[in-house]
């Protein structure tokens, strides 16, 4: 490239910035299992930081499978409501669904892995 978009002035400096896709990349350099993450931060920012911001961010990916998860649900709670399940027992039977669906998904990544 003539410019480097990532540097600050725009300046390529000597150094070679290579933007392809990832069949182009495969075919360039023959690696098929790797896993790239690229940020870019100011003159100051640690490695410390940086795990900050990917915590968080897996945290709150995890609250927001949990919220998408109860709110995809909501038709099923009010039904066990309506046909008389207290706040204990509904909370109760959603506790226990929760733990069958993630032993469940256990098990059959276990059984998947015995088998390869």
């Given at each position: 490239m003539k410019n480097d978009p990532f540097s600050d002035n725009g300046m390529t400096n000597g150094k070679i910035t290579l933007i392809s896709s990832s069949d182009t990349f495969v075919r360039l350099t023959g690696e098929?299992?790797?896993?790239?993450i690229m940020v870019q931060t100011a003159s100051g920012v640690t490695d410390e930081n940086v795990?900050?911001?990917i915590a968080?961010?897996?945290v709150l990916n995890?609250?927001?499978s949990i919220s998408m998860s109860v709110s995809a649900r909501m038709k099923?709670?009010?039904?066990?409501?309506?046909?008389?399940?207290?706040?204990?027992?509904?909370?109760?039977?959603i506790c226990r669904l929760q733990k069958q669906s993630?032993?469940?998904n256990l098990k059959w990544k276990n059984n998947k892995r015995k088998r390869s």
């Amino acid at each position: 490239m003539k410019n480097d978009p990532f540097s600050d002035n725009g300046m390529t400096n000597g150094k070679i910035t290579l933007i392809s896709s990832s069949d182009t990349f495969v075919r360039l350099t023959g690696e098929e299992n790797y896993a790239l993450i690229m940020v870019q931060t100011a003159s100051g920012v640690t490695d410390e930081n940086v795990q900050a911001i990917i915590a968080l961010v897996t945290v709150l990916n995890i609250v927001n499978s949990i919220s998408m998860s109860v709110s995809a649900r909501m038709k099923q709670y009010g039904a066990m409501r309506a046909v008389g399940m207290g706040k204990r027992q509904s909370a109760s039977a959603i506790c226990r669904l929760q733990k069958q669906s993630t032993s469940c998904n256990l098990k059959w990544k276990n059984n998947k892995r015995k088998r390869s």
